[in-house]
């Protein structure tokens, strides 16, 4: 498996501003995605955060509204731009090893409370 | 306090007894499934996997069953201790995308 760290662990801001989120790996890894996990829910996936290009977003998120970087092999960031009640969640990263593994591991996540 | 599982189905047991936690999949193309134990404020934790290629998989104090036919999915948890305690969710994959697409989860609680 693979050390996973995020930052901040949490959050609590105003309405209107942005949060950066980020995610930081101890090895290299192949693949790396956002998920966003609201109150009571399951997970949901946002993004997958490619290396050196755009991110891949799934039906329902925009990259105005999330944007992703993802500038090597064990770091990526999460922007929540614009932010409203409803992005009271938390956000979590995962990370696939290679390509041999289908297994994703997860980081302990940021918990978004928007006011 | 966290709010994960706050409104999940919720399974109860006495301490000692075995679980089991049931989920149904969507896709039949779905080739690879995966349970995730989350403790409260913490992220989605492996337990154990299964591949559509086998019906049953064992870990420790954790059997995976696959029933294909029916699209069914279930992780027993023998002999449950409160550190069990937990929402558990089942995740699937496809062979040819890196996604999972996560079940909605069961809330385990683990009584004395």
């Known amino acids: 498996s693979a050390v996973i760290s995020q930052k901040p662990s949490r959050d609590i801001c105003q309405r209107g501003t942005s949060l950066t989120i980020q995610c930081q790996v101890d090895?290299?890894?192949?693949?790396m995605f956002w998920y966003r996990q609201q109150p009571g829910q399951s997970l949901t996936l946002i993004a997958t955060a490619n290396q050196g290009s755009e991110a891949t977003y799934e039906s329902g998120f925009v990259i105005d509204k999330f944007p992703i970087s993802r500038p090597n092999l064990t770091f990526s960031t999460l922007t929540v731009s614009n932010m409203s009640p409803e992005d009271s969640s938390i956000y979590l990263c995962?990370?696939?090893?290679?390509?041999?593994?289908?297994?994703?591991?997860f980081g302990p996540g940021t918990r978004l409370t928007v006011l | 306090g966290e709010s994960v599982g706050l409104h999940l189905p919720t399974l109860s047991v006495q301490e000692g007894d075995n679980s089991i936690i049931n989920c149904a999949y969507s896709?039949?193309?779905?080739?690879?499934f995966i349970w995730y134990k989350q403790e409260s404020g913490k992220g989605p934790q492996f337990i154990i996997d299964i591949r559509s290629n086998m019906d049953k998989r064992q870990g420790q104090r954790v059997t995976v069953l696959l029933n294909k036919t029916v699209k069914h999915l279930s992780l027993q948890i023998a002999a449950t201790q409160p550190g069990d305690s937990a929402v558990y969710f089942c995740?699937?994959?496809?062979?040819?995308?890196?996604?999972?697409?996560f079940g909605t989860g069961t809330r385990l609680q683990v009584f004395p």
């Open positions: 995740a699937e994959n496809s062979y040819n995308t890196d996604k999972l697409i």
């Open positions: 995962s990370v696939l090893l290679s390509r041999r593994t289908d297994t994703q591991y």
């Open positions: 090895s290299q890894v192949t693949m």
């Open positions: 896709n039949s193309a779905s080739d690879y």
